[in-house]
T-cell receptor, first 114, second 115 residues
Framework: ETGVTQSPTHLIKTRGQQVTLRCSSQSGHNTVSWYQQALGQGPQFIFQYYREEENGRGNFPPRFSGLQFPNYSSELNVNALELDDSALYLC?????????????FGPGTRLTVT | AQSVAQPEDQVNVAEGNPLTVKCTYSVSGNPYLFWYVQYPNRGLQFLLKYITGDNLVKGSYGFEAEFNKSQTSFHLKKPSALVSDSALYFCAAKPVGTGGFKTIFGAGTRLFVKA
């Protein structure tokens, strides 16, 4: 069973640029969530995708957007990057079955905005 | 605003001693509660969860957690700590009835187990 994978591992961008981060969910998982983890803080929920549609969103501006594909993989896109967007971005998948509410996280993408 | 609090930035314990990592939550209703662990340069790893039922839940690697509804707490425990338990631990709560999204995480507690 393949776990959650994310690419790239590290990324350096300049303020104002756009970035796309990618995530492959664990086999059999149809729900993907994205989190931003700033240094020294817990993960903050960005949004969740289920069956290729956004299923819920946290307190992040519209320049944070995403996609989910038929194979349940997902992308996180961030436009007009700001310095405060520097963080570890985590993708988590879950099977969305009754009783199974835990999430399985990928290793994350470390984004640095200069 | 709904939140999860982990009052200790760091917990230090000697190997072989019992450990407790504290967590309290301010989330409406009866949320689902979780503990995750994060090792350096890795994503979060699920340890255990409380959904309903027995207040003491057992999880991976010998960890357990005690749910206390009146104190809105969900403390992580282990009877005998190992050096390899040293890591960053996150408590999380998922409000019930929100359509399956938005898990709220605490800021994390770093556990240091000394040999």
């Amino acid at each position: 069973e393949t776990g959650v994978t994310q690419s790239p591992t590290h990324l350096i961008k300049t303020r104002g640029q756009q970035v796309t981060l990618r995530c492959s969910s664990q086999s059999g998982h149809n729900t993907v969530s994205w989190y931003q983890q700033a240094l020294g803080q817990g993960p903050q929920f960005i949004f969740q995708y289920y069956r290729e549609e956004e299923n819920g969103r946290g307190n992040f501006p519209p320049r944070f957007s995403g996609l989910q594909f038929p194979n349940y993989s997902s992308e996180l896109n961030v436009n007009a990057l700001e310095l405060d967007d520097s963080a570890l971005y985590l993708c988590a998948s879950s099977p969305r079955t009754v009783g199974s509410y835990e999430q399985y996280f990928g290793p994350g993408t470390r984004l640095t905005v200069t | 605003a709904q939140s999860v609090a982990q009052p200790e930035d760091q917990v230090n314990v000697a190997e072989g001693n019992p450990l407790t990592v504290k967590c309290t939550y301010s989330v409406s209703g009866n949320p689902y509660l979780f503990w995750y662990v994060q090792y350096p340069n890795r994503g979060l790893q699920f340890l255990l969860k409380y959904i309903t039922g027995d207040n003491l839940v057992k999880g991976s690697y010998g960890f357990e957690a005690e749910f206390n509804k009146s104190q809105t707490s969900f403390h992580l425990k282990k009877p005998s700590a190992l050096v390899s338990d040293s890591a960053l631990y996150f408590c999380a709560a998922k409000p019930v009835g929100t359509g399956g999204f938005k898990t709220i995480f605490g800021a994390g507690t770093r556990l240091f187990v000394k040999a």
